[in-house]
Nanobody
Framework: QVELVESGGGSVQPGGTLRISCTTA????????MGWFRQAPGKEREGVAA???????????YYADSVKGRFTISRDNAKNTVHLDMASLEPEDTATYYC????????????????????WGQGTQVTVSS
């Protein structure tokens, strides 16, 4: 059974930085697609960032327009872990951030290798406030 454990959420002032991480267990191979969604109160869940495998080969990254230039996603294949480094945080970034894997990104990233299991973490809260 695949397990996802998120860490690193918390409160930060506007303009601050924060790193959130997602460590996976229970799967012997690297995931094709790893990344993050977020959901703020009263808003729909949105894809924030992903690092994903291309067809037939290669890798790329996705960022929502609202976070481009501020957030950086990275992965550690040896540990099957994905990180999201967030800088210049804004109050609008306040949300619960969910780690997600593979088919969770199928709609957001069509024509990629985001297939297979649809895995989600429990979420970690990020609050940006002065």
């Amino acid at each position: 059974q695949v397990e996802l454990v998120e860490s690193g959420g918390g409160s930060v002032q506007p303009g601050g930085t924060l790193r959130i991480s997602c460590t996976t267990a229970g799967y012997p191979y690297n995931f094709n697609c790893m990344g993050w969604f977020r959901q703020a109160p009263g808003k729909e869940r949105e894809g924030v960032a992903a690092i994903y495998s291309l067809i037939p080969s290669g890798e790329s990254t996705y960022y929502a327009d609202s976070v481009k230039g501020r957030f950086t996603i990275s992965r550690d294949n040896a540990k099957n872990t994905v990180h999201l480094d967030m800088a210049s945080l804004e109050p609008e970034d306040t949300a619960t951030y969910y780690c997600a894997l593979d088919a969770a990104f199928a709609r957001l990233l069509p024509n990629t290798k985001c297939w297979g299991g649809n895995y989600w973490g429990q979420g970690t809260q990020v609050t940006v406030s002065s």
